[in-house]
């Protein structure tokens, strides 16, 4: 089995940084795209950033400029570097994997991690 492991969330303040870090563990070939969402408190789930094998990054419009995705193939971790955060950056933050397994790297799948909080106030 596959297992996408969040840490990393906690309380800052406004312009404060959090480093969210994902570690995807199990019987895994290959992660092809890392990403990060989030899910505010009332509000629907929303793409953060996300990252693919070859490094080419995307960014929702609201992050831009202050969040940066990065990973570490050989570890199967994704980062999720926050700086210059925001009340509204306030979320419970989910980490997505799209990955081949052992045995069967003919087929991605689709793994989510359990959410971290990060709460944004003074």
């Known amino acids: 089995q596959v297992q996408l492991v969040e840490s990393g969330g906690g309380l800052a303040q406004p312009g404060g940084s959090l480093n969210l870090s994902c570690v995807a563990s199990?019987?895994?070939?290959?992660?092809?795209?890392m990403r990060w969402y989030r899910q505010p408190p009332g509000n629907g789930r929303e793409l953060v950033a996300g990252?693919?094998?070859?490094?080419?990054?995307n960014y929702g419009d609201s992050v831009k400029g202050r969040f940066t995705i990065s990973r570490d193939i050989a570890k199967n971790t994704g980062y999720l570097q926050m700086d210059s955060l925001k009340p509204e950056d306030t979320a419970v933050y989910y980490c997505q994997a799209l990955l081949l397994l052992k045995g069967s790297s003919h087929i991605e799948y689709e793994y989510w991690g359990q959410g971290t909080q990060v709460t944004v106030s003074s």
């Open positions: 199990g019987s895994i070939f290959a992660v092809n795209v």
């Open positions: 990252i693919t094998s070859g490094g080419r990054t």
